[in-house]
């Protein structure tokens, strides 16, 4: 038995990045501190905000709701919420809607639904058979991206949190880099600049390993749904996921440092791409071009075979 560094008691984790043997007390107060540090950073709370919550059901948005919460749930003046969205996928979703719920049940919050049948007309489980030039991932990306902004703005949400953690930060970072991407770089959240219609998104866990994610909502008894995707194994991430392990796991604390190094160029990059100047598609949410990126990707799939 290996003890905690803090109290003695039995440990439940090793951090490698720092050495530190924690037990489940501990490893939550280690958690909770840097969501603490991440809100403080993200939010300036002035009263009258109105914070939206994306809910898959999943370890990472189901820690994101829980610390969200505790954190900021008694606050006076702030109003909270659930959103989650329903992609038709068979198998899948429909059973993970049902832990949110009870999520928000047990937290008193709103729970709002919303579904691509009900947006576009389509499922992704219809739009995976027909033929496509991109994964069904890509789709999938856009259109919930869609789907939680249109939501949480007719809440009236002002911000909208999302449970991305830090690998999936740091994959997205490398991902930009390794595609030439750079002003996608200066767009990744959290996202300090207010654009009509477009709610700005939060991050309380990008500091947050994903291994201590679903640690720690096992440690604290959280309910979470724990089924893969079937359309995830056709994700460009997947390759990038696997070098940043491969790094992580050779080189402890590379995930952060990745982290460090994007927050410190972050401000040059903003500087070099100013936000664009926004208009409105035909469906009515903002774009800077004429049309929307999931108007085009559903126009696309218009009279595509299966």
């Known amino acids: 038995m290996t003890p905690c560094d803090k109290c003695g008691r039995q440990s439940v984790v090793f951090i490698r990045y720092s050495g530190a043997h924690l037990c489940a007390q501990h490893f939550s107060e280690f958690v909770e501190r840097r969501v603490k540090h991440e809100i403080r950073e993200q939010l300036d709370l002035k009263g009258g905000e109105r914070l939206a919550v994306a809910v898959s059901g999943g370890k990472d948005s189901t820690v994101a709701l829980e610390l969200v919460h505790r954190i900021l749930g008694g606050r006076k ?131 947050i390993p994903e291994s201590e994610s679903l640690l720690y909502a096992i440690v604290n008894g959280l309910e979470f749904h724990d089924l893969e995707c079937p359309y995830a194994p056709e994700a460009v991430r997947n390759e990038f996921r696997a070098v940043i392990a491969r790094l992580e796991d050779q080189f402890p604390g590379t995930r952060h440092s990745m982290l460090r190094s994007y927050d410190e160029i972050r401000p040059a990059l903003e500087r070099r791409f100013e936000p664009a100047a926004l208009g409105a598609c035909q469906c009515g949410e903002p774009t800077a071009s004429g049309r929307c990126k999931a108007c085009e990707l559903l126009e696309s799939l218009k009279g595509a075979p299966r």
């Open 77 to 207: 003046g702030l109003a909270m919420c659930a959103v989650t969205v329903d992609e038709g996928i068979a198998g899948y979703r429909g059973s993970s809607i049902p832990i949110v719920s009870r999520a928000c049940s047990r937290l008193g919050l709103e729970h709002k639904v919303v579904s691509f049948k009900d947006l576009y007309g389509t499922t992704m489980d219809e739009i995976s058979k027909k033929a496509r030039e991109q994964s069904a991932c890509s789709y999938c990306g856009v259109l919930r991206r869609r789907a939680m902004n249109s939501a949480a703005r007719d809440w009236g949400a002002t911000h909208l949190a999302t449970g991305l953690n830090l690998d999936d930060t740091a994959q997205s970072i490398l991902m930009n880099f390794a595609r030439g991407d750079v002003e996608r770089l200066a767009r990744l959240g959290p996202h300090r600049h207010i654009q009509p219609g477009l709610v700005p998104r939060i991050q309380p866990l990008r500091t």
